[in-house]
């Protein structure tokens, strides 16, 4: 089953809506690290309005034509603003992706394909030679939409966040 989506830039009053999509998406992940355990880090998905003051970034959802918020994530134009542990900040020639989050009711209508597809066209028109961006075993459903998609492991791009493992993936353009 397909859905049309708009793919299109966070309006500010779609901020908290989005926010606590993420956490919900992101509370649910079995294995991933609870809000108890990382309070800056659901903040900051709370808060994901936010990245769009940073320089090059971009907050983008998905959106159907009734106006159901159905996902959003942050692209990044200058990588230098990723903001994610490790390497990834000091690559050149490069945009980020981070956050992706799909309301669960939405799954499996192609919008987390739509909005990274989104993506990788901003990163072309802005002649870079590849898209970064880093997932965990616990989003394993990413994972594997990542892989179909061409993206592929880059262990110079891992780090340990407070000693859980992230793994780093590329795609070249």
């Not at 692209?75 to 980020?96: L, P, W």
């Not at 192609?110 to 989003?139: N, S």
Request: hydrophobic share 40%; proline share 4%; net charge negative.
């Amino acid at each position: 089953m397909t859905a049309q989506f708009e793919i299109r830039d966070l309006r500010p009053e779609e901020s908290i809506d989005l926010g606590r999509l993420l956490v919900d998406v992101y509370t649910a992940l079995e294995g991933f690290p609870t809000p108890q355990a990382q309070p800056d880090y659901y903040e900051m998905l709370a808060n994901i309005g936010q990245f769009a003051a940073r320089k090059g970034a971009r907050v983008l959802v998905a959106v159907k034509p009734d106006g159901d918020l159905v996902g959003g994530l942050v692209y990044f134009g200058d990588i230098a603003e990723y903001g994610a542990e490790g390497t990834a900040k000091n690559v050149r020639n490069a945009s980020g992706i981070r956050l992706l989050g799909i309301d669960p009711a939405f799954r499996g209508l192609g919008a987390g394909r739509a909005l990274t597809e989104y993506c990788i066209g901003l990163a072309r028109d802005k002649g870079h030679g590849e898209v970064i961006l880093h997932t965990t075993r616990a989003m394993h459903t990413a994972w594997a939409l990542y892989e179909r998609m061409g993206f592929a492991r880059s262990e110079d791009l891992d780090f340990s966040w407070d000693g859980y493992p992230v793994y780093g993936l590329r795609l070249q353009l």
